[in-house]
């Protein structure tokens, strides 16, 4: 393969990193058609993993009495965080929409099984927890996919692992990472829901970028890039 | 932003996936320039965040003196997990060139600061584990678009998590995710390396998805995407 890209192409991989949302609404009922579904998740099979283990496995999951289950755990869920919210932000908190279970065409949920490949896997000795982290980089691929495929995907955080685990029949030693919600939509928001709504500013740049040590802003040897950073110079 | 992608466009984010390789020799001494560094950082910020927390944070380091620590720990983790291999695999294992950190450009620590925004991140409280899997994202979002930039990343992972926080100054309640070593390259391999030497095989992605529940690879209203993956169709 080529180890140049046109600049179309590099085009292409910076457009979806900054137009991918964490999408929850404008789902519409048009279905994701299999050729598509197929080229996402091998998009996601693709990911880098920790000694080649490939330690992921996507349950497909369309049946709507399953989809009802988890979103009683995401009902449930969000009730529960919500006491440890203070009022404005309370209040705020319940009135958004952070869930497409229901309304989107597909849900998947990814998973991490150590065994694959076990006990011994290269560099996974030191650090175990690099065997999940791969999970999350394949995820980042099927979201970039997605996207490309203009098919909007939402990852659902407010869950309980324990109820995937006994919904979806997941053994003991598997730990879900993430709940996905996959369909097609109207439109892609512009900016992240909780930046449009006021919730958090995007950080600068500059700000979570330090130099030789943590918390080191000041660098004589990295003078020249922070200055670019800093200055918030065309480096898209 | 346009909804829609072209084909060049979407045929780059595939190929960046595709192409993308962990990267441990091959680095030449072009050094990375700063327009370049600072497009793959913003490409790294622009991650998925739960709850928008953008929990992470970028160490730039050129600085010798570390990096022959961080080799340091390398060595004595490399040396330490090959006791847990059993030969044959323990010598090929100990052959294997697993890391860039000095013959690489430049390297970055990439920690998950879970004070940042916090203590309540929408979307953390249930599986708090979900802010490390952001960083994981952003990770991923930093290696394709450095692939785009024909500059080859390596993730270094085995190492001390201890002795990278003690050598860059890390305090307590931030953890070091990942270790990269990035660089330009003379060439990408075609195939992962552990792939290549017979390591291990890449699985079939119809091994890696079930449908409705764990472990269930048969189910009728599956049955025509069930046989697309099976029969290894061009999907891609």
Redesign the interface.
């Known amino acids: 393969?080529n180890?140049?890209?046109?600049d179309?192409?590099?085009?292409?991989?910076?457009?979806?990193?900054?137009?991918?949302r964490?999408v929850r609404s404008n789902f519409t009922s048009e279905p994701i058609d299999?050729?598509t579904?197929?080229?996402v998740?091998?998009?996601a099979?693709?990911?880098?993993s920790?000694?080649?283990?490939?330690p992921?496995?996507?349950?497909?999951?369309?049946?709507i009495t399953?989809r009802k289950k988890i979103k009683e755990s995401f009902d449930k869920?969000k009730e529960?965080?919500s006491h440890?919210?203070q009022e404005p932000?309370k209040s705020k908190?319940l009135s958004?929409k952070?869930e497409g279970i229901l309304d989107s065409a597909l849900n998947i949920c990814v998973?991490y099984d150590p065994s694959k490949?076990g006990p011994?896997v290269?560099?996974?000795?030191?650090?175990p927890?690099?065997g999940?982290?791969s999970v999350?980089?394949a995820?980042?691929?099927l979201?970039?996919?997605a996207r490309?495929?203009?098919v909007g995907m939402g990852?659902v955080?407010?869950?309980?692992?324990e109820v995937l685990k006994q919904v979806?029949?997941?053994?003991e030693h598997?730990l879900p990472?993430?709940y996905l919600c996959l369909g097609h939509v109207s439109?892609?928001a512009?900016k992240?829901d909780?930046?449009t709504l006021g919730?958090?500013p995007?950080?600068d740049?500059k700000d979570?970028?330090?130099?030789?040590?943590?918390?080191r802003t000041q660098d004589t040897?990295?003078e020249?890039?922070r200055n670019?950073?800093a200055s918030n110079?065309d480096?898209?």
């Open positions: 393969m180890i140049d890209f046109t179309e192409e590099k085009n292409g991989l910076y457009k979806a990193i900054f137009s991918r964490d299999d050729k579904l197929s080229r998740l091998n998009a099979h693709h990911g880098p920790v000694g080649f283990s490939q992921w496995n996507f349950i497909l999951i369309k049946d399953t869920e529960r965080s440890i919210v932000k908190y958004l952070l998973t490949f011994f290269i560099g996974r000795s030191s650090i927890e690099t999940i982290y999350c980089c995820i980042q691929n979201w970039l996919a490309t495929e203009k990852w955080s407010i869950l309980s692992n979806l029949d997941i053994p598997v990472i993430a439109k892609f512009d992240p909780l930046q919730w958090l995007r950080l740049l979570v970028v330090y130099f030789e040590k943590w918390n040897m990295w020249q890039i670019m950073i110079l480096y898209a």
